[in-house]
């Protein structure tokens, strides 16, 4: 009776073991549907060369099935020094566990984003990336589902071309890709579609 006692308290101390391995990310992959992740790195003015970011995801795209991740496009930002990567995943540990793998530099911050309906780009302008922060549940995807539409309605008249947008409904962030010839073309449209106002404008190069 001593001896199947003890079986089970191992067999019980076992699948504690598993439980905490899986919800730290230990090697175990969600066999679920991977989410949609931007993450952001901010390495600091002047510290950043397109260049050296193609190398590093290179580098990105060696690991990345070792982790069940698939890094699909970035941005760089290089007079501010951000890096923006959008990559789909199972969790965000995958990301990071690809990034330390491949290159070390980890990632500031890693938003789960929904997207909008893609656009094509017309080539020709200025591309930028501009970020709304509208704090923790204070947006929805659909609230900005319906300001891109408006968006669009007008973007012709300032001479922009808005790609795609990302929203991280947990955080409050919203994210918008636009050509564009200045960064004023992109906040006459937004105010006339619908007044909400980015925090900041970045013009940045894509990945290759």
Not at 75 to 94: H, M, P, Q, R
Request: with cysteine; hydrophobic share 40%.
């Amino acid at each position: 009776m001593k001896a199947i006692a003890v079986t089970v308290v191992l067999m019980a101390m076992s699948m504690v073991s598993l439980s905490v391995k899986a919800q730290a990310g230990d090697d175990i992959i969600d066999s679920g549907k991977p989410s949609l992740y931007i993450d952001v790195h901010h390495m600091g003015a002047g510290k950043v060369h397109a260049a050296d970011v193609a190398g590093a995801h290179q580098k990105d795209l060696a690991v990345q099935g070792k982790y069940g991740v698939n890094f699909m496009k970035y941005w760089v930002d290089e007079k501010a020094g951000n890096i923006y990567c959008l990559a789909s995943a199972f969790d965000s540990t995958a990301i990071r566990r690809a990034h330390n793998e491949a290159h070390g530099l980890l990632p500031d911050h890693i938003h789960i984003v929904s997207p909008g309906e893609e656009a094509a780009a017309k080539g020709g302008k200025r591309l930028f990336l501009d970020i709304h922060q509208f704090g923790p549940g204070k947006v929805s995807a659909a609230d900005v589902a319906g300001a891109h539409q408006k968006d669009l309605a007008v973007q012709k008249k300032y001479g922009v071309n808005f790609i795609n947008y990302w929203v991280d409904e947990s955080t409050g962030v919203v994210m918008c890709l636009s050509e564009a010839k200045d960064s004023k073309s992109i906040q006459a449209t937004h105010k006339e579609a619908h007044g909400l106002m980015p925090s900041s404008i970045q013009q940045v190069q894509e990945g290759k």
